[in-house]
């Protein structure tokens, strides 16, 4: 029940400065766990994280360790992934289950992993730097000591408002997050070491 160890997490932690004018995207893959490889322009884009492009479907991603407490923190970028608005918090994340968030603030961002941490585990998700929603996964931060109706019911609420916000239907909201933090499947994964090139077994920038 106390499987949790890692500090608050400050909006400084998620800052990112420019080192090229490029990025590199973990593209989705329709009904595939595969990723590709998308490389987008730099974008500085006003009220938004650096690096997010609506417009390119690009959000932030963050996958914190949250095991040790060592602070190790991997940043980048998802497309493909639909979000318009706020963040997505998960500490279901293949295999290692750290913390793995996706936003286009890191207002939002902060919000929604932070609430997980609160929670010892579980499924948050934030709009204009507060959480809306959030379900505890107290066990490990895996599963709920709650009674299987009442999770599923508060699991689809949640599904159902990160498709009003822009996550189509075909995608599953979390189990997505899962996945994209496991670095054994190509193309391109994020766990809390950094961006991994899954072929090459190399952190990359």
Known sequence: FHSFHCRPIQTSDLALTKKENQIRVIDLVSHELITKERIENWTELPGLAAGVNPEKDVVK??????????GHIGIGFLGNYGLKKGAVATSVGHDSHNLVIAGVTDEDIAAAGNRVVENEGG???????????????????????QPLEQVNAELETMKKTLHDWGIPMDIDPFMTLSFVSLPVIPALRLNTYGLIDVNSHNVVV
């Open 61 to 70: 991603l963050v996958a914190m360790e949250r095991h040790e407490g060592n």
């Open 123 to 145: 499924l948050a998700i934030a709009v204009d730097g507060k959480v809306v929603l959030d379900l505890p996964l107290k066990i490990a931060g895996l599963m709920s000591d």
